[in-house]
């Protein structure tokens, strides 16, 4: 640890000593024609005034000689000015070091000539030789202030001649301007020093002041707890390269990384282990960065990624592929695995978009279509994504525009106990036939509904026909009603819910409030707590898509449920895939042990209803039953079916609300 401390005190110490030495050249440069002016005119004084009484070698040849010297010296400094900031530090120090020697030799030939000088002319120019050194010393100590080194060689080499001379002369005046010089010069040297302190302070404060300025900089672009740039460095990069690669045939790609089920972590294991899930998708996303390829993250469990000389779809998803492998990894936090995946959305620059807004929206187009459709996987912004979007922004509209208590309907859907044949509860099934595009499937109006906040307007003028339904129905039916996940994380909606249902005189227990497993994972203390409301209420709950989801096994227990409704995904092959009925299986024991009932749905032949009641299932629905229709049947009378007539086709299309 010392050995660590006196490295990094050694190259802090030597940062400050180049700024500091780098403050110097600067100041000097600006100060050292001036240095060589005050030579060039007490040289050119004394000349004039030994013109006559001198040789000419001394009063024209010598001082010429450091007349052109002088005026050489102040042509080359004035060039230079400013150029020291290409400088490195060693070539700086070399200059200030060249510049205090020939100051230094500047300095002895000037001392030299003038006292070469002294024997010739009357005592007015002995005083004046004296005058015009003593008045050079003073300037050029002024003038040589930031280098202190050089200030203390030329005091040494004029003043301490210069003294020892004009007291040796026993002339009481000359001796008196020496003394004088002698002491002048102390004190101006003390001046010198006390402002080379300040200033080297001066520079070390402002080389302070500058690294936290950096520091700070650095912090202000940097995610402290991942390590990565954050959104604001993502999003300059992005303008950079957009600004850069404009008209050129150069070309990138922009990325949205999402990470699948990091809410439930949060719910299940407290947010210190959420955030140090975060901190290692940070390393691990560290490991993957190279020059073409940087990370970012952008908030929450969202990461960016910017891609450079890259424009392959088939590289895009190569890459896409081995993040998706490199976070799909477990993460040993909390003294348990925990498994997530990534999902992510990829737009290229220029195919997708041009400007950095667009191209950072339509990556996020993409990773939704991929946590839709290829959750763990990575899908490219395309023109089917665009045509998508471009729909999903027209039955937004129509939404906003539409009578919707005129054009939405509901069909009800009967849900089937195979043991006696008869009808337990029936789903009630959102339709809505626009008077511009015809039907709409809820595959596609309830997302938008949902994104747009249209939802819950809708959700509570479908629950307000459901319950008009059951108000005209016999008492014993029962229905089931989705709520989606804005609903269930809306404190509000859920007691809207509660009043209508208080004020239609229908009885609680006759609705049955289906939610998904994703619904649940968004927030799940919010879903907890709107449930409990619901089933304290006297509302029969549940769970819709099973197996689909995140929560599953981790959560269900936690939930005040009434029902499980097994995913149709798994029953499509539930007759000749053992997995798949082994899974099933699982789910039926696991509703016994809980004491849920377990509905299947999704059930379009006689082999899969024969198999699913081997594995223990009783209550099912799906097309071999009977497809949703507009009105209540009536549950009293026997159901029976024939499997030719369940020969239905795909339930694709029959997305549940």
């Not at 510049?99 to 300095?107: C, D, H, N, P, R």
């Not at 619904?519 to 619901?534: G, K, P, T, Y």
């Not at 339930?651 to 609300?657: F, K, Q, T, W, Y």
Request: glycine share 6%; net charge neutral.
């Amino acid at each position: 640890m010392r050995l660590f401390d006196a490295g990094a005190t050694r190259r802090r110490r030597a940062a400050e000593s180049s700024e500091l030495t780098g403050a110097q050249f600067d100041a000097f440069s600006r100060q050292v024609p001036l240095l060589y002016f005050i030579l060039l005119i007490n040289t050119g004084a004394v000349a004039y005034t030994h013109l006559d009484d001198s040789p000419r070698w001394l009063s024209v040849y010598v001082p010429g000689v450091l007349g052109s010297i002088g005026l050489t010296r102040i042509l080359v400094w004035l060039r230079r000015r400013g150029r020291h900031r290409h400088l490195t530090d060693g070539e700086i120090r070399q200059r200030l070091s060249a510049a205090s020697w020939i100051t230094a030799i500047f300095g002895i030939s000037f001392t030299t000539w003038a006292f070469a000088l002294y024997p010739y002319g009357d005592a007015d120019a002995h005083v004046q030789i004296a005058f015009s050194t003593a008045i050079t010393v003073i300037g050029c100590i002024f003038c040589l202030m930031h280098l202190r080194r050089a200030a203390l060689l030329l005091t040494v080499i004029m003043v301490v001649p210069f003294t020892i001379f004009f007291v040796r002369t026993q002339n009481s005046i000359l001796m008196t301007i020496a003394l004088n010089m002698v002491f002048v010069t102390i004190a101006i040297i003390v001046m010198m020093l006390v402002h080379y302190r300040d200033f080297a302070n001066l520079i070390e404060s402002r080389k302070t002041l500058q690294d936290l300025s950096d520091a700070n900089l650095r912090l202000a672009k940097l995610d402290t707890l991942t390590g990565l740039t954050n959104r604001r460095s993502f999003l300059e990069q992005l303008e950079g390269l957009c600004r850069e690669m404009a008209g050129g045939c150069r070309t990138f790609a922009v990325g949205v990384i999402d990470l699948d089920g990091f809410k439930q972590v949060n719910d299940l294991h407290g947010h210190q282990t959420g955030d140090q899930v975060l901190e290692e998708v940070g390393k691990r996303l560290m490991r993957l960065q190279s020059a073409e390829c940087t990370f970012a993250r952008l908030g929450g469990d969202e990461f960016g990624l910017l891609v450079r000389n890259e424009n392959q779809i088939e590289s895009l998803l190569t890459l896409g592929g081995k993040i998706s492998r490199v976070l799909k990894e477990p993460y040993r936090c909390a003294g348990a695995n925990i498994r997530l995946s990534a999902s992510l959305g990829i737009a290229q620059f220029p195919v997708a978009a041009t400007t950095p807004h667009q191209l950072f929206e339509r990556a996020d187009h993409a990773l939704y279509q991929a946590k839709e459709h290829r959750r763990g996987g990575t899908t490219i912004f395309s023109g089917e994504i665009e045509s998508a979007i471009r729909r999903a922004s027209m039955i937004e509209q129509l939404l906003r525009e539409a009578d919707l208590d005129r054009e939405m309907t509901l069909h009800y859907q009967p849900i089937i106990d195979v043991t006696n044949r008869r009808v337990v509860s029936f789903e009630a099934l959102a339709r809505w036939r626009s008077s511009i595009l015809g039907d709409v499937p809820p595959s596609e109006f309830i997302p938008v509904a949902e994104r747009s906040d249209l939802v819950h307007a809708i959700t509570l003028m479908l629950l307000g026909k459901v319950l008009g339904a059951l108000q005209m129905a016999e008492p014993c039916v029962r229905v089931s009603f989705n709520l989606s996940a804005r609903d269930l994380n809306s404190p509000d909606t859920i007691l809207a819910i509660i009043d209508m249902i208080r004020r239609s005189a229908v009885s609680p227990a006759r609705l049955t409030i289906e939610i998904t497993e994703t619904a649940v994972i968004r927030d799940f203390n919010q879903a907890r707590h709107a449930l409990s409301e619901l089933k304290q209420f006297g509302v029969h709950l549940s769970l819709d898509d099973f197996g689909t989801g995140f929560s599953s096994l981790h959560c269900i227990h936690r939930l005040p449920l009434d029902k499980v409704k097994i995913d149709r995904s798994f029953v499509r092959e539930i007759d000749f895939d053992a997995g798949a009925q082994n899974i099933v299986r699982s789910i039926v024991s696991m509703c016994r042990s809980l004491r849920l009932t377990c509905v299947v749905e999704g059930v379009e032949t006689e082999a899969q209803s024969t198999v699913l009641r081997k594995l223990g299932c009783n209550v099912m629905q799906g097309y071999l039953f009977g497809r949703p229709a507009p009105v209540l049947n009536d549950p009293i009378n026997a159901w029976s079916w024939r499997g030719d007539e369940a020969n239905s086709g795909d339930m694709a299309g029959e997305l549940h609300r």
